[in-house]
């Protein structure tokens, strides 16, 4: 069998305003409809043997990974939450350890959540190629045929071609790994594709879980010792196992390269030609786009006048653009980003800005997603906030109090089930309540169809930490 781990940890910083900490581009439909995440998983069906993915993930994303699985109809064998980050080597330690649970060796197929891919055909054939490869012992990745002399990834020497293993001739030949390489100069870039041995190191791997942790033990066996450690006191909560926080902490930080491929002998590398990128920047984003005839890529409501070569996003509202050569410009509810296609790297400076200053547009949009729905802030001031606040069917938010605000409820859509005190109300379109402050409250949906509510909230203080739960169901304290 073959079991998708799915490395869902990003933040993906350098894509914001669109990616945000708390909901990063891995989770947003950055090149279709679907989400990135989901894209990593839909595009695998044909491959013979594939289970159920098993994610790792940060906290703070479970319930926005776990649905937009289920959404999919590819629910995951498990969640896996990480703690705090420690790189892909711990990530993959953790996810073999599971995968192992019961017994089974299963062949893992290591995938980041958020490339693209826009040939699957030639991953899965690829995927089938190098299981056969995983099965005799190697430990395979996955090198992109470069298509332009690229100084932002690193590079994958490929060695003498490995025998068949079935002793079948394959449309596929595999390499042994002669060395991965830094990230090059310019100069040095166009001597690796020149020489046409290289590859783009994809960080896509496959191999048997056992090989991998036994490669783990022979190079770094203090991330292996650490990651055995938190599995072992791993605690299940619904649909997650969470990592002993203190154990995990312990692991050195390493990535898979690093710590186990770059020192195997039992390395190779299939080379991949797919429309493969790992969309690192709103640069590479555009590269992948379907530009006009002024070579510009537009997304929402954007009207240009003597633009070229542009990436421009519209989330919110009309974006008019007059006279640009080569800039990105990024609309959403909350900021607006302007940056020549040059600069987009300096992102991640005015994210590190922005969270010096504990602006919330680091973390979070306007549209807050929770597991029982979504909330948005529409207007805020001194001693009020007005939010339009969405419940899915069936769901329920935590019974709560709060010391510093009441609150107002109008609901616009559907039906809200309220628990205020000891008193249950039920309430349809047009009707409201009132909370007043430091009363024990519920919301719930008992209808099929979305509760939509507007809410204003007054008091001293109106911070989302001003909560005290009593009873959850997703666990949350």
């Keep these: 069998m073959i079991i998708p781990v799915i490395l869902s940890g990003g933040a993906g910083t350098r894509l914001w305003p669109l990616s945000r900490e708390l909901y990063p581009k891995q989770l947003l439909p950055l090149a279709g409809e679907d989400t990135m995440l989901q894209a990593t998983v839909t595009r695998l069906a044909g491959v013979a043997g594939l289970g159920a993915p098993l994610v790792v993930c940060n906290e703070d994303h479970r319930f926005l990974v776990a649905e937009q699985l289920r959404a999919i109809a590819s629910p995951a064998s498990a969640i896996l939450l990480e703690p705090v980050g420690r790189n892909t080597a711990p ?38 190629a190098g299981a056969e490869l995983a099965e005799a012992g190697h430990l395979v990745t996955f090198g992109i045929v470069p298509a332009t002399a690229e100084t932002g990834y690193g590079y994958i020497k490929a060695g003498p071609p490995l025998p068949p293993v079935t002793g079948h001739p394959s449309p596929l030949t595999a390499f042994t790994v002669s060395e991965f390489v830094e990230k090059p100069d310019l100069e040095r870039a166009r001597g690796y594709v020149a020489a046409g041995n290289y590859f783009w190191n994809s960080g896509m791997f496959l191999f048997r879980a056992s090989r991998f942790l036994e490669e783990l033990q022979t190079f770094a066996p203090e991330i292996l010792a650490a990651c055995r450690k938190a599995m072992a006191e791993a605690v299940p909560d619904l649909d997650f196992v969470r990592l002993d926080a203190a154990s995990f902490a312990a692991s050195p930080k390493d990535s898979i390269d690093y710590a186990v491929m770059e020192k195997t002998a039992a390395a190779a590398v299939i080379p991949l030609d797919a429309g493969w990128s790992d969309v690192g920047s709103w640069s590479a984003l555009y590269e992948i786009g379907a530009a006009d005839e002024d070579g510009n890529v537009t997304f929402g ?18 974006v008019a653009a007059i006279g640009l050569d080569n800039h990105v410009v990024v609309e959403t ?111 719930e949906n008992p209808g099929k169809i979305p509760l939509e509510l507007i809410e204003v909230q007054s008091g001293s203080y109106l911070g989302e930490d001003d909560i005290v739960r009593f009873e959850d169901s997703y666990g949350r304290s």
């Design 301 to 318: 409501d954007v009207l240009t006048c003597d633009v070229r070569n542009s990436y421009l996003y519209a989330q919110t509202r009309l």
């Design 91 to 128: 990530a993959v330690a953790v996810a073999a350890l599971q995968a192992q649970k019961g017994g089974d060796d299963p062949i893992l197929l290591v995938l980041p959540a958020d490339h693209v891919i826009r040939d699957p055909a030639p991953l899965r054939a690829a995927i089938a």
């Design 333 to 443: 509810a909350d900021a607006v980003l302007v940056a020549h296609k040059d600069c987009v790297q300096d992102v991640k400076a005015i994210v590190e800005t922005l969270k010096k200053q504990k602006r919330p547009e680091a973390l979070l949009h306007r549209r807050v997603n929770r597991p029982w729905g979504a909330y948005e802030c529409i207007d805020a001031a001194e001693r009020f906030q007005v939010k339009h606040i969405t419940v899915h069917p069936g769901a329920t938010l935590s019974l709560q109090m709060h010391h510093h605000r009441a609150e107002h409820w109008v609901v616009v859509r559907g039906t809200a089930r309220i628990t205020r005190g000891d008193e249950v109300l039920v309430l349809s379109e047009n009707q409201s309540t009132y909370i007043p402050l430091g009363v024990a409250h519920r919301l």
